[in-house]
C-alpha cells in the first residue's frame, strides 16, 4: 500500500496522459477509452493497494453509492488532498455523479486542486471550488451543483511523515516544493499549486514574503522575476536567521552555498 504522498505523486506525473486505456487496463485488465475518468480512479487505487471502497469502478459516484461507501463519505466542504471527488454538471443534483478526480493539494476549505482523467481526452490538473462549481441552463436555472462529495481511502503510515531535505545546494523540485508550503503557512503563495516549480507565481510570493520581512525593499517591483535585488533580499534575511555566514558575500548571485543556507532555515522551521 502506498502512502498518500507516493499516491499523490503518482497521480500528478500522469498529467499530460492522453491514453485513456492503460487506466482501463491497470484497474481492470482490459483496455477501454470509453468514458474513461472512473478508469483513472479506479487505476489510483489499484495501483496504490488503497483501502478505499467503491472503486475500481467504471461510474461516477454520488449519494445513491452511500451504501457502498459507507463512512467514507466526505461533505463537498470536508473534501482534503488524497480524496476522490465526485461532480453533477448536468442536474442530477447529489444524485448525479458525471465526472470523478483526486484531490492532490486543498488550498481552503472547499477549494481543491484536483487530477482528473478524460478532460478534453487527458489528464488534466484542475481548480475545482464549491462556491464556483455550479452549472446553470441559458434561462438561468440550475444545471448542475458541481462538487457532490468525495471519498477517503486510508493509506499506508497513518500519517504524514516529515522528511528533512537534504542539504546539497540543490534548488531542485523537493527543495522549491517544501519553500512553497512553508509560503502557504505563512499566508503567501495562496491558492497555488505546491508542485516544486520555480515560476513567476512562486518567485513572486518569495518576494512578497521578503518584503515582509523588511528585506526587499518597497522601492522594488514585485515582479516575479528574481533578480540580483531579490536574491540578495533572500541573503541578507538568512544571514539575519543565522544560516548564511558572514564568510559569504551578499552578492545577488544565487548559488550552492544560497541553496544550502536555504535548505537549513526550511528544516529547522525558521525561514
Same mark, same amino acid.
Given at each position: 500500500m502506498w502512502t498518500k504522498?507516493?499516491?499523490?505523486?503518482?497521480?500528478?506525473?500522469?498529467?499530460?496522459?492522453?491514453?485513456?486505456?492503460?487506466?482501463c487496463q491497470i484497474a481492470f485488465g482490459?483496455?477501454?477509452?470509453?468514458? +474513461?475518468?472512473?478508469d483513472f480512479d479506479s487505476a489510483i487505487k489499484v495501483k496504490g493497494q488503497?483501502?478505499?471502497?467503491?472503486?475500481?469502478?467504471?461510474?461516477?459516484?454520488?449519494?445513491?453509492? &452511500?451504501?457502498?461507501?459507507g463512512s467514507r463519505w466526505v461533505e463537498p466542504y470536508d473534501i482534503e488532498a488524497g480524496d476522490f471527488i465526485s461532480f453533477d454538471f448536468d442536474g442530477g443534483?447529489?444524485?448525479?455523479?458525471? !465526472?470523478?478526480?483526486?484531490?492532490?493539494?486543498?488550498?481552503?476549505?472547499?477549494?481543491?486542486?484536483?487530477?482528473?482523467?478524460?478532460?478534453?481526452?487527458?489528464v488534466q490538473l484542475k481548480h475545482r471550488t464549491v462556491a464556483n462549481s455550479k452549472t446553470y441552463h441559458s434561462d438561468g436555472s440550475l444545471m448542475g451543483i458541481g462538487i457532490i462529495g468525495g471519498i477517503r481511502p486510508k493509506y499506508a503510515?497513518?500519517?504524514?511523515?516529515?522528511?528533512? &531535505?537534504?542539504?546539497?545546494?540543490?534548488?531542485?523540485?523537493?527543495?522549491?516544493?517544501? &519553500?512553497?508550503? !512553508?509560503l502557504q503557512k505563512r499566508g503567501y503563495y495562496q491558492g497555488y499549486l505546491v508542485d516544486g516549480d520555480w515560476g513567476y507565481y512562486s518567485?513572486?510570493?518569495?518576494?512578497?514574503?521578503?518584503?515582509?520581512?523588511?528585506?526587499?525593499?518597497?522601492? +522594488?517591483?514585485?515582479? $516575479? +522575476?528574481? $533578480?540580483?535585488?531579490?536574491?540578495k533580499a533572500l541573503q541578507s534575511y538568512l544571514r539575519a536567521l543565522g544560516y548564511y555566514g558572514s564568510g559569504y558575500l551578499i552578492d545577488g548571485d544565487w548559488g550552492k552555498f544560497t541553496t544550502m543556507a536555504l535548505q537549513t532555515a526550511l528544516n529547522a522551521g525558521r525561514f
Open positions: 504522498e507516493e499516491t499523490i505523486a503518482w497521480a500528478k506525473d500522469q498529467i499530460g496522459e492522453t491514453d485513456g486505456g492503460k487506466y482490459y483496455r477501454s477509452i470509453a468514458d +474513461w475518468c472512473a488503497l483501502d478505499c471502497p467503491y472503486f475500481p469502478n467504471r461510474l461516477a459516484f454520488d449519494k445513491r453509492d &452511500l451504501g457502498a461507501i443534483g447529489q444524485y448525479g455523479g458525471d !465526472h470523478v478526480g483526486y484531490v492532490v493539494q486543498k488550498v481552503a476549505r472547499g477549494d481543491y486542486w484536483t487530477v482528473e482523467g478524460n478532460c478534453s481526452k487527458r503510515g497513518g500519517k504524514t511523515i516529515v522528511q528533512k &531535505l537534504a542539504v546539497d545546494g540543490v534548488f531542485g523540485k523537493l527543495t522549491i516544493s517544501e &519553500l512553497q508550503r !512553508h518567485k513572486r510570493e518569495m518576494q512578497r514574503y521578503l518584503r515582509f520581512k523588511g528585506y526587499y525593499t518597497t522601492a +522594488w517591483l514585485l515582479d $516575479g +522575476w528574481f $533578480g540580483t535585488a531579490s536574491v
